[in-house]
């Protein structure tokens, strides 16, 4: 006899410890805490609420999975959460309750209600949502979040604090982190389930159901490789005393594909399938052609990514085994047979899963299975049982026949057929590491971790040199081994599939859908059609107080291919426990309609954005303009499968750096284009825009991503959400605008005057840059002054800028105060609606050699450089100087101590402040030793060496600043003559004698000019033909959408009267513009009376009161 120990404890899954129970425990799912929430993070939105349902409740106004966003096209009606469990009720009766949510206001696709009418399913707890807010707590929804959190404020918790992070968002993360673009979360319980004479909880008679409590988490990320998936968390906990021996978990999709969410309806032609190997559930449209036309219409399906194991059953669940030794479960070993004595069988503890092969006795074998005692005698027919947890044959594997026959004519499936087993008598298969794995053995099953990346230590974190770091072996806590490799675990996945016609299995019907959840029962058959799937996982046991995580992800693809992709990089997120290299913050943009035009700021917090794997890698902006709010008419970019991945941005700024042209590491095949170099902006003006059209912006931050890491740059989110009402949900850095030509007499806003004031030597100006029109005073005149430092060290320090202010003389309020922020090129914050810049800067006085020199050629060479022989410091003076020769006597010399005393003296030059106008003190070294040339500024070689004569430019203080002399020349040059000019020109920055002044001019309106442009009001499109380009598709709306007509040109107050050919009122519109920009009115081609108009001519009258009147006519031709 020998004995073969596969599992050590008794263990039949990997759990999660319980979850909060002492802040919990008084808390029950209420029907009267129902709240919905909109997932729309990227590529896929779906409404949900906080009981499991997602999609449709109410329709309108719910938004049922729909994809692309903003399209209208719908995948998903409902989409439901079943749990289930096989018990034995106080009458003692077999029953299986199904714990399901509300789902959808629709007949068979509700869940379970009483008598009354009250709601028997899984209900909300109260405590995780603002309770007066009607909306599910979400990362984006600060205002819907809990003041604190019950389930954080349990001393239980691992993630325990006193204070339930207050104020704080509860994450998947860990607090406060987004690292999600959306992320959802809430709590519901099937409490209030009453349907069965079943208790799960001996110690709350109150509590029905199943004793079930699940913890919801929804996370989106707008990343390219996963913007067209949801994923969905569920924690089931098992709060009761009850210990459910025999659980599935199951999943309904109720299909919409090719619907529209204005109501257009695509049934009859739907088809599904499943595939094991990638635990993948789907759907297509038959004829790949949606309501109305559409096409193509996408593929949807819904992915298990974690599940249970089952790690004592011998039999790889998973399939990860496949490549590895063992034999393949085939149908004949399904067969009966005969028990004789002496026969080899295999003996299974049911305590502890241990085998032990040995010969059947001569006597009866009795073996304990919980607290039962299973028979077997010589004689006895025995056959593998499907279902029952139980070893019937005695063969060592368990329910390794697990399957469901059905239809017409009957078709038989099987779960395990085409695995592999241990085959327990000659010991095949036992050496296979991926059958039975867990995630508990201190075995790395399936080899994948690395002693150089993941030797670590027990606490996951490099460099803190704890136990096992750097030891050359795996220990428990480091990656990829044990509890932190997902794939250690013999995962169910999916083991049931079943296509049905609607409304054959009524989801409150729990007899029906747990037929349809038997594991092995794989159903495909029933096609073309208008047909839902269920898929589930199972079976599986709950302890009480154990809790089991299932990990799903609702997808979409445009075609298999596509949907499979989207598959594997769903699952490759999950294996990085979603840890995707992030993205930049967002920006913060703001828009400014114009004439033909559009303006967009933004602001800059994105630039110092830390991803925790790459660091600080923000490398530029894209921005995206588009007239559809799905950005759908911007030219795509394809991967190399063909579908989007991409598009084509209007414009790009990236940092002038290292990095530039196509990233290294692609995205699904695509290479990004980092940019140019051409450098950051925060101001962009589109000047392609057009009037009367409804532009969507995107400022998108991306970051360059990691070679050597293999990470691709990524972008921040784009979030627009168009409701049924017509109003928009958008994240800050999208904008939505519309150009139109102004008001009447309209004045732009601008700059009226600017001057720099008397006593400035700066070679600096400032100029002025209206961002936001409207924002800007009319009238309002603002100084800018500087303050100044020194530059350099010891006695050589320069005149040199340190800070401006802003002051609004007007008011004087002071708007910018002592800022460092005057560099050239520097983009400064907009202030009363327009913004400063400054140009031609310096940071310091400084010579210009290049602008330095003679008015004429053929003279000695000049040398100007700074007097260094002061005592004290030196005291450039700030300014452009002339020195202008004349006859011997033009000006006379200041005394001035070097050395010794250069006396007073006739010269032949004088010395004149450019910058001020004024003459200057000077000094002359006179260094000449010829006889008769005293007081001319010459430079010759003597006996002694150089000597040259030094002009020194002084201060009125008599301080030595610049100093002129004359260098010798190579070539025949002529000393300085009388009308030779020598220039001493300086860089001069900004100083605290600088001052500027400007008046700005604020939007008005000339009333003048108003009455001439009356004649300017025209009616566009005229005529008016079908329909016209600007119109805004509704994705709630079905046929042509609504109808516009444009009236421009209008005074910002006016009375406008539609009337028929026949002379009869049709529409009054009166027009009060807020913007005087704004000179337009959108009609929609409604009579007074909410009826459509007819084809024909019409007259309109506006009625301007003292500005005058205006009548035209328009035609409009269905």
């Known amino acids: 006899m020998k004995r073969i120990r596969k599992s050590l404890v008794v263990l039949f899954l990997i759990g999660i410890s319980g979850m909060a129970q002492a802040q919990m425990a008084g808390l029950y799912g209420d029907a009267r805490e129902h709240r919905n929430g909109l997932h729309a993070g990227n590529q896929f939105r779906t409404t949900f609420y906080n009981d499991g349902t997602y999609g449709q409740i109410t329709s309108p106004p719910d938004i049922g999975g729909e994809w692309p966003i903003n399209s209208g096209h719908q995948y998903l009606i409902d989409g439901n959460t079943f749990v289930g469990s096989e018990v034995i009720d106080r009458d003692g009766d077999l029953k299986h309750i199904m714990s399901t949510v509300q789902s959808c206001n629709i007949q068979y696709s509700r869940g379970d209600q009483g008598p009354a009418g009250e709601w028997w399913t899984f209900l909300p707890l109260p405590g995780f949502f603002n309770p007066d807010d009607d909306r599910v707590a979400m990362s984006k929804w600060p205002e819907a979040w809990p003041a604190h959190w019950p389930d954080i404020a349990d001393p239980s918790n691992p993630r325990f604090s006193p204070d339930g992070w207050r104020g704080s968002w509860n994450g998947y993360f860990g607090r406060d982190q987004f690292s999600a673009d959306e992320e959802s979360y809430f709590v519901a319980d099937d409490y209030q389930n009453r349907e069965f ?29 996963v913007e067209d998936a949801i994923f969905i968390l569920f924690d089931l906990e098992n709060i009761g005393t009850h210990h459910h021996d025999k659980m599935v978990f199951g999943y309904k999709i109720g299909n919409d594909l090719g619907n529209t969410l204005s109501g257009l309806q695509d049934t009859g032609d739907d088809c599904g399938a499943y595939d094991r190997d990638l635990n993948l559930a789907y759907m297509w449209d038959g004829d790949n052609i949606g309501a109305g036309g559409w096409s193509p219409v996408g593929w949807f399906g819904a992915a298990l990514l974690e599940t249970p194991g089952n ?19 085939s149908e004949t070993m399904f067969a009966p047979r005969t028990l004789n004595a002496g026969d080899d069988i295999v003996v299974i503890d049911y305590t502890t899963f241990e085998r032990t092969v040995m010969k059947m006795p001569n006597d009866t074998l009795r073996i304990r299975y919980q607290d039962r005692i299973l028979k077997y005698w010589p004689g006895q027919v025995i056959r593998e049982l499907p279902h029952n947890l139980i070893d019937d044959n ?28 241990i085959n327990y008598f000659t010991g095949e298969g036992l050496d296979n590491p991926m059958i039975d794995e867990r995630r508990d053995d201190g075995i790395d099953n399936d080899g994948d971790w690395d002693p150089e990346r993941h030797d670590v230590g027990a606490d996951g974190v490099p460099f803190t040199f704890d ?93 298999k291919d596509d949907l499979f992709e989207n598959k594997r990089w769903v699952t490759h997120a999950y294996g990085e426990n979603y840890r995707f290299a992030q993205a930049p913050d967002v920006p913060t943009v703001k828009a400014v309609a114009g004439d033909n035009r559009v303006t967009l700021i933004w602001d800059s917090k994105a630039e110092d954005s830390f991803d925790p794997i790459t660091g600080h890698d923000f490398e530029g902006y894209r921005i995206y303009r588009s007239t559809d709010p799905g950005f759908n008419d911007m030219t795509p970019i394809t991967d190399g499968m063909g579908s989007v991945t991409f598009r084509k941005p209007l414009a790009q700024f990236d940092l002038d750096n290292e990095y530039q042209g196509y990233a290294a590491v692609p995205i699904k095949g695509v290479q990004f284009w980092l940019g140019t170099n051409t450098g950051l902006v925060h101001t962009y003006i589109d000047t392609t825009a057009k009037n009367g059209f409804t532009y969507y912006y995107a400022v998108i931050s991306y970051d360059r991503g990691s070679d050597s890491l293999g990470i691709p740059p990524s972008e921040c989110s784009k979030f627009i959400s168009v ?29 009226d005057s600017i001057k720099s004031l008397p006593g400035g030597s700066t070679d600096g100006f400032i100029a002025v840059e209206v961002i936001f029109p409207d924002s800007v005073r009319d009238g309002h005149t603002y100084r800018v002054t500087f ?49 400063l810049s400054f140009h031609n800067v310096y940071p310091q006085l400084a010579l210009n050699s290049d602008l330095s020199g003679w008015n004429r050629s053929g003279l000695y060479p000049l040398a100007v450089r700074e007097y260094s022989y002061n005592p004290g410091a030196l005291d450039l003076q700030v300014g452009d100087f002339a020195i202008i020769f004349g006859e011997l006597g033009i000006d006379t010399s200041t005394a001035f101590t070097r050395q010794a005393l250069e006396p007073a003296i006739p010269v032949n030059f004088t010395v004149w402040n450019l910058t001020q106008n004024r003459k200057m003190k000077f000094a002359l070294r006179d260094l000449d030793a010829n006889p008769g040339e005293e007081g001319l500024f010459t430079g010759f070689t003597s006996g002694r060496g150089t000597r040259r004569d030094e002009i020194i430019i002084l201060t009125d203080s008599l301080v030595g600043g610049w100093e002129v002399t004359l260098l010798s020349s190579q070539t025949d040059t002529l000393l300085p003559q009388p009308g030779d000019t020598a220039f001493v020109i300086t ?4 100083l605290s004698n600088d001052v500027f002044e400007f008046t700005m001019r604020g939007e008005k309106v000339d009333a003048v000019q108003a009455k001439t442009d009356l004649n300017d009001i025209r ?5 008016y033909v079908v329909t016209n380009s600007w119109e805004p598709r509704s994705p709630f709306s079905s046929g042509r959408g609504p109808r516009e007509l444009h009236f421009i040109n209008l005074p910002a107050r006016c009375t406008i009267r539609i009337f028929n050919i026949r002379g009869q009122l049709v529409d009054t519109i009166e027009h009060h513009s807020a913007a005087l920009s704004d000179g337009t009115v959108i009609w929609d081609m409604l009579t007074k009376d909410n009826l459509e108009i007819a084809y024909g001519v019409y007259v309109y009258h506006v009625d301007a009161g003292d500005l005058g009147t205006k009548i035209g006519k328009f035609a409009v031709i269905k």
């Open 197 to 225: 004479n079943f208790y799960p909880d001996s110690l709350d008679e109150n509590r029905r159901g199943l004793g079930i409590r699940k913890y919801v988490r929804g996370l989106q990320w707008s990343n390219a490789l």
């Open 311 to 329: 790690h004592y059953d011998g039999i790889d669940n998973d399939g990860d085994g496949i490549h590895g030794p063992g034999p393949i479960i």
């Open 394 to 421: 005695l063969d060592g594997i368990i329910d390794e026949n697990n399957g469901v026959t059905f239809g017409d004519p009957p078709v038989t499936t099987y779960l395990n057929v085409g695995r592999k087993y």
């Open 467 to 559: 136990q096992g770091e750097g030891d050359g072996v795996p220990t428990p806590g480091e990656p990829n081994f044990d509890q932190t490799d997902i794939d250690e675990t013999d995962m169910l996945g999916i083991t049931s599939f079943a296509l049905y016609f609607w409304p054959d299995i009524p989801l409150y019907d729990d007899e029906a859908v747990w037929s349809v959840l038997i594991p092995g029962r794989l159903d495909d058959l029933y096609q073309f059609d208008n047909v839902e799937l269920f898929f589930g996982s199972g079976y599986f046991p709950m302890k009480a107080g154990e809790t089991q995580r299932f990990s799903m992800s609702i997808l979409c693809g445009i075609d």
């Open 723 to 751: 409701n049924q009402d017509g109003s928009i949900d958008k994240g800050p850095n999208v904008a939505v605008v519309r150009p139109e030509a102004p008001s009447a007499g309209f004045v732009a806003a601008g700059l």
């Open 787 to 835: 303050n100044d430092t020194t530059l350099g060290t010891g006695r050589r320090l320069y005149p040199a800028t340190r800070s401006f202010n802003l002051v609004d003389v007007t008011t004087g309020e002071t708007l910018i105060e002592d800022s460092p922020d005057f560099t050239e090129g520097l983009e400064l914050p907009e202030t009363h609606g327009f913004r």
């Open 987 to 990: 860089d001069k920055p900004f």
């Open 1019 to 1023: 009616v566009v499109p005229n005529p």
